[in-house]
């Protein structure tokens, strides 16, 4: 699995600090700035521009039984 991928985050951040840099110099050009940011952050910033879903009904995206026969079966070979 890829449960180790970001465990030395000193390299992570020496791999991504170039990139923000150059998004940042270019940001009046791509129309966009960014940081780095916790969790807490981002929802901080959804609730102050009063971000919204729609929910589209009360069921869950994935069944959790196979009544709505999933997994799909499987289709003949033509």
């Not at 971000?51 to 009544?67: G, I, K, M």
Request: charged share 15%; hydrophobic share 40%.
């Amino acid at each position: 699995g890829c449960d180790k991928q970001f465990f030395n985050a000193s390299v992570q951040f020496a791999n991504m600090d170039p990139l923000l840099d150059h998004i940042n110099s270019h940001a009046a050009e791509l129309g966009v700035s960014v940081q780095y940011a916790t969790l807490s952050d981002y929802f901080h910033a959804l609730h102050a521009v009063n971000v919204t879903w729609h929910v589209r009904d009360h069921h869950d995206f994935l069944p959790y039984s196979t009544e709505l026969g999933w997994p799909p079966a499987a289709q003949p070979e033509s």
